[in-house]
């Protein structure tokens, strides 16, 4: 896979139509903004492994994510992805409905992922920072599957007294998950981060 594929182009597209922020520079950043293109490369690399496999993302926003899974997923794999905005669900299934091995679900993902579990690869995007909450999401995995989180700050890129130097809510997730095996990835713009695990039994 070269470049950005058209599905994502279509999906950041839909993002600028219904104002969801793309950029740092959109009004909104921040809180609850569109993937950027490095998170998505990296989705894409684990989704292309997914032979057969069943995948699920928790914030669908405008597809973006989606997006980049589906352009690299087996023909045999399947992603579901839920999203509790109405409008942003509404734009996603537009952009998404291209492809049926893609559903988009509009609520929460606390009450529609669960029944549909077991996963070999979850993104989970939608700010999820309960210990509990992040257990039952590593539950919801196969043996062997995998977890992604995004938007994290590398630790050269925080400002020198930031409090997340020592304490970062979503490093900890992981960091307390016996079950999981993980790793933090800086992309290439060295500052953003993703963390990852893989689900070990
Ligand atoms: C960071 S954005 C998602 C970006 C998207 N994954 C992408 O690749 O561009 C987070 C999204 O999660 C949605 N969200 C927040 N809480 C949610 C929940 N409990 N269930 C489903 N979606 C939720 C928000 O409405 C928001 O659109």
Redo the contacts with the bound molecule.
Sequence with gaps: MAGTPELVAQ?VAA?RHIG?PVTADDPGHGC????LPG??RFLAVLAGGCHGGRIA??????????A?IVSAMPADATLV?????PA?AAAAAEVLAIDPRVAVLI????A?LPPLAPFDLI?A???VRDRREFGSLVGMLTPGGRIVM??VTPELALPADSPLRDYDPKRALFEAEDLLLWTEVVLPDLRNSLLVGTRIS
């Design positions: 999906a993002a969801f609850g903004s569109a993937s998170t998505g993302e928790l914030g669908t926003g405008t597809g973006i994510g989606s980049w992805t839920a999203e509790i905005d942003r609520g929460d993902w606390r529609l993104f995007d939608c700010g995004d938007d």
